[in-house]
């Protein structure tokens, strides 16, 4: 049987080719790219692990996560509670997310906005750019070392910034010779869905100091954030437990003060 992300890459293709007939909608006011990179350099040098907190309404391993989603109410808690940045997810079959999401927490925060999808194309570049996005997601497993590069380079010519994500040394390796910047990993299993923070640390060790690293999937609590911090890890991506959490629980805080 096909994977998830096989699925969604399928899914995604047939998105593009339609974005390509339609073209895309005219470029929206808005102001300079705020560095994603920068700002979560600048937490983690303040001495706390920054949190890139996650709008998720829902997900392939989990369905429905937040059936009254409200990402700008839940973007505006996530930044008075000390999030670094935010991701916005723009998948819509597996995710019910959409870039209308990602324009209307822009213009609502002022910390950088991730673009998070499956983007295997440059009009996705285009596009991510024209809604405002600060910084967009590129995943090793489903980008050539030489895609990864031009994505990453064309994102840098409109400003933004890109995290690419690895699941294992092999993309690691890949997302290296490519020249990331930044780089995600995973902790969860695309098969199974199971999470594991191992995967971090163990990656972490293969990662030159000079290039920050975020810890992706599965962090629910202060106790893993402070094993992320004590092991030199720049950033968490966190989305579910802050949704389950709700935009007035304290989970945020309580990570963004560790
Ligand atoms: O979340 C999923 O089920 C999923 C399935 C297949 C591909 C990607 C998936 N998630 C995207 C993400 O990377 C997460 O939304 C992000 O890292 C936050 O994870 P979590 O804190 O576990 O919600």
Redo the contacts with the bound molecule.
Sequence with gaps: MAS??DR?VARKREEVAALKRRGLPPEREKDGPRGFIRALVARRAGGQVAIIA?A?KA????GL?APDFDPVAMARHYQAAGAAAV?V?TERH??QGGLDDLVQVRAAVQVPVLR?D?IIDALQIEEAAAAGADAV?LIAAILSPGQLRAFREQAAAYGMDALV?VHDEAELESALTSGAQLV?V???N?HD?T?DLARSFRLKALVPDSVPLVS?????SVHELLRLKEAGITAA???????RSGKSGPLLAELAGA
């Design positions: 998830i992300l969604i996650e998720k997900s392939p391993s989990r996560i991701s997810l597996f995710f998070k499956f997601l994500e995600g995973n902790n969860r695309l869905f999470v992706e999937s599965g962090i629910t991506l966190i989305g579910e437990s802050l949704m």
